[in-house]
T-cell receptor
Framework: GAGVSQSPSNKVTEKGKDVELRCDPI?????LYWYRQSLGQGLEFLIY????????KSGLPSDRFSAERTGGSVSTLTIQRTQQEDSAVYLC???????????FGSGTRLTVV | GDSVTQMEGPVTLSEEAFLTINCTYT??????LFWYVQYPGEGLQLLLK?????DKGSNKGFEATYRKETTSFHLEKGSVQVSDSAVYFC????????????FGKGTKLSVIP
């Protein structure tokens, strides 16, 4: 696609429920990143995918968070048993190769009530 | 570890005023430096970048100079417009082969007519 597409744009969920956030990167971009933007905080790195290599999961805040990237394209970020502190904007970005410029999606605003 | 510190907002300016948003960084090597802008309801967009000391990045009337001696990358614009109202993020990426961006907390700019 022309840009990085994320869905849903907004998600309200009850505490304890699981949620899935989707990211469709720019076609041909081999690198994909997830970041979290919490109120009053900067962007926090979560996870990075590059081609068929093992992802860098070092930024995931707990084992309730997981992500996968199917076929080197679409990625899904899953949060299990959501907590109120998970409320944030989750941003996805892709880049042509490692080290080249990022293109960000518009994000998914997650609210846990 | 790497870190980015930028001036806290919000910043409110009148149209045509001069803008400075301070950014300083801590890094172990020779990072590339970036300014991203996030307009309301949109994803982050790369505004400008600089990859080595004394480089000046510029775009849309904004400028920032990579100052290694002061570890700074301050954003400036000579005459702001209402359309510049957004959140501005300073960021760094360590090394040519690195993929992870380290962001500051963002500075919200509001320009009033």
């Amino acid at each position: 696609g022309a840009g990085v597409s994320q869905s849903p744009s907004n998600k309200v969920t009850e505490k304890g429920k699981d949620v899935e956030l989707r990211c469709d990167p720019i076609s041909g971009h081999t690198a994909l990143y997830w970041y979290r933007q919490s109120l009053g905080q900067g962007l926090e790195f979560l996870i990075y995918f590059q081609g068929n290599s093992a992802p860098d999961k070092s930024g995931l805040p707990s084992d309730r968070f997981s992500a996968e990237r199917t076929g080197g394209s679409v990625s899904t970020l899953t949060i299990q048993r959501t907590q109120q502190e998970d409320s944030a904007v989750y941003l996805c970005a892709s880049s042509l190769t490692i080290g080249s410029g990022y293109t960000f999606g518009s994000g998914t605003r997650l609210t846990v009530v | 570890g790497d870190s980015v510190t930028q001036m806290e907002g919000p910043v409110t300016l009148s149209e045509e005023a001069f803008l400075t948003i301070n950014c300083t960084y801590t890094a172990t090597g020779y990072p590339s430096l970036f300014w991203y802008v996030q307009y309301p309801g949109e994803g982050l967009q790369l505004l400008l970048k600089a990859t080595k000391a004394d480089d000046k990045g510029s775009n849309k009337g904004f400028e920032a100079t990579y100052r290694k001696e002061t570890t700074s990358f301050h954003l400036e614009k000579g005459s702001v417009q209402v359309s510049d109202s957004a959140v501005y993020f300073c960021a760094l990426r360590e090394g040519a082969g690195s993929y992870q961006l380290t962001f500051g907390k963002g500075t919200k700019l509001s320009v009033i007519p």
